[in-house]
């Protein structure tokens, strides 16, 4: 069964500092790769996905993520964090049947200091 | 720009009560999934659906949830009898039909508090 581990259930970063947020995932072949960011009160918005290819993918809002299939990892990244930035982020799996299905961490929610 | 919408957004019942959720995917997609989200917990899949049939659900999807496609727009989520512990936040999700476009769009998400 696929899983998704978000170690850091909260962080705290300053405005400009970089930020970087860990997923480690469980899955039994090639991962389908998502970071997903939900502000209070809303949706899930989707930053950046992977399903192939260049490692190294970019998102909206300046994320940024890296596939590394040796540490089974898919962190986010973002060289100078904003203010906006501040909300929860859930990294996910998706699954490759045709349900697709998508395994979601528990969550890192980011706090953004002035 | 195409979005996922749901109604209502706070659905407010008494346990043993039946919920009908709502959720109109984005127009040209085929594949329609909705998850929960118990406050403070991680987003949860409940159940996916194409073609007019369940594809997958999980165990939580138990016998007194059903959905359903009454007309080409809404897409429901059915609670038979609720229960304190059915109290989330729902969301809608749905993708295109193409095998690379995996990504699901999902809907602002209805907060459903039993009582």
């Known amino acids: 069964a696929q899983s998704v581990t978000q170690p850091d259930i909260h962080i705290t970063v300053s405005e400009g500092a970089s930020l970087e947020l860990r997923c480690n995932y469980s899955?039994?072949?090639?991962?389908?790769l998502f970071w997903y960011v939900q502000s209070p009160g809303q949706g899930l918005q989707l930053l950046l996905k992977?399903?192939?290819?260049?490692?190294l993918v970019q998102g909206i809002k300046g994320f940024e993520a890296e596939f590394k299939r040796s540490q089974s990892s898919f962190n986010l990244r973002k060289p100078s964090v904003h203010w906006s930035d501040a909300a929860e982020y859930f990294c996910?799996?998706?699954?490759?049947?045709?349900?697709?299905?998508?395994?979601f961490g528990g969550g890192t929610r980011l706090m953004v200091k002035p | 720009e195409p979005e996922v919408t749901q109604t209502p957004s706070h659905q407010v019942t008494q346990m043993g009560q039946e919920v009908i959720l709502r959720c109109v995917p984005i127009?040209?997609?085929?594949?329609f999934y909705w998850y929960r989200q118990i406050l403070g917990q991680k987003v949860e899949f409940l159940v996916s659906?194409?073609?007019?049939?369940?594809?997958?659900k999980s165990e939580i999807f138990d016998d007194q949830f059903s959905v359903e496609r009454p007309d080409g727009s809404n897409f429901t989520l059915k609670i038979r009898s609720t229960k304190l512990e059915d109290s989330a936040m729902y969301f809608c999700?749905?993708?295109?039909?193409?095998?690379?476009?995996?990504?699901?769009?999902f809907g602002p998400g209805t907060r459903l508090t039993v009582l």
């Open positions: 999700a749905s993708r295109a039909a193409r095998v690379m476009l995996h990504e699901q769009f």
């Open positions: 899955y039994g072949a090639t991962p389908y």
């Open positions: 992977y399903f192939s290819g260049d490692t």
């Open positions: 996910a799996v998706g699954a490759l049947n045709a349900g697709n299905m998508l395994t």
């Open positions: 127009s040209n997609h085929l594949y």
């Open positions: 659906f194409y073609n007019n049939e369940i594809s997958e």
